[in-house]
């Protein structure tokens, strides 16, 4: 019991820290709220399947569990991480997302808790970079399509 009470105080923790570190400095919306959402779900869930690997333990049960180390449950978390959180965070802004909001995904993955703040703070450190961003355009349904006539 006590350790799936550490366990859930750590995820508790790590959502609480990680959406702070979504939304590294929004006050100016440079990072919309479906990346942050898209943050927090990709981040738990990349939390909760690293602890899966390890038949939900705090610590490292030796060498290798179910065949995978340490390292490649790591590897691997933060892998699918990085593959579906730009996903997620397209369809809930309902628009391409930023080459700023793609690598505060990547951060977020790489570094939970403070990689989304840190690739925020590098972009807000260069402002030479903002000209490689294109505007994202939304996505807009088309009612006026032939399925749609019915």
């Known amino acids: ?19 702070q570190a979504a939304e590294a400095h929004g006050h100016h919306r440079k990072v919309g709220k479906g990346v942050k959402a898209a943050a927090l779900v990709t981040g738990a869930a990349a939390t909760a399947g690293y602890f899966w690997i390890n038949d939900w333990k705090w610590n490292w049960r030796g060498d290798s569990v179910n065949g995978i180390t340490q390292g490649g449950a790591i590897a691997a978390t933060s892998i699918a991480c990085m593959a579906v959180s730009p996903m997620l965070a397209s369809a809930f802004e309902g628009r391409e997302l930023t080459l700023r909001e793609a690598g505060v995904l990547f951060g977020s993955c790489l570094v939970p808790i403070v990689g989304g703040f840190l690739v925020n703070a590098a972009w807000d450190a260069n402002p030479q970079w903002e000209r490689f961003e294109k505007h994202p355009v939304r996505y807009r349904h088309h009612p006026h399509h032939r399925h749609h006539r019915r």
Do not use: P
């Not at 019991?1 to 959406?19: N, Q």
């Open 1 to 19: 019991m006590r350790k799936s009470t550490i366990v859930l105080a750590g995820l508790i923790a790590a959502l609480v820290f990680g959406v």
